[in-house]
């Protein structure tokens, strides 16, 4: 079983930069392949959005063509911790982000992924 604990949201200008951490506990954290999925307000009735995910060893990385060139996602296994960095935020960002994981194979399906985190608050605004 593996656990996931989001933080480093907030409010943030359009331009300016965001950091999001999920921390991950449990045996088997390391071999988890990693992803970060968003819920922007009034589409709570639809599916998360992909937004990027990580391999477990961190060679492979995904991402979702709206965040492509602005947002990196890495991870840290000997913390057990995996990071989204997001540059040159727009007001189309705001969402709630979770952290999601599955064992080895990292892929952009909402379903696939076993474990989520409780999501951390991103709001962009003037």
């Known amino acids: 079983h593996v656990q996931l604990v989001e933080s480093g949201g907030g409010l943030v200008r359009p331009g300016g930069s965001l950091r999001l951490s999920c921390a991950a506990s449990?045996?088997?954290?390391?071999?988890?392949?990693m992803a970060w999925f968003r819920q922007a307000p009034g589409k709570e009735r639809e599916p998360r959005e992909f937004?990027?995910?990580?391999?477990?060893?961190?060679?492979?990385?995904l991402y979702a063509d709206s965040v492509k060139g602005r947002f990196t996602i890495s991870r840290d296994n000997a913390k057990n911790t995996v990071y989204l960095q997001m540059n040159s935020l727009k007001p189309e960002d705001t969402a709630v982000y979770y952290c999601?994981?599955?064992?080895?194979?990292?892929?952009?399906?909402?379903?696939?992924?076993?474990?989520w985190g409780q999501g951390t608050q991103v709001t962009v605004a003037p």
């Open positions: 999601a994981a599955r064992p080895i194979i990292m892929t952009r399906e909402i379903y696939e992924y076993d474990y």
């Open positions: 449990g045996r088997t954290a390391d071999s988890h392949a």
């Open positions: 937004v990027a995910a990580i391999s477990w060893s961190g060679a492979s990385t």
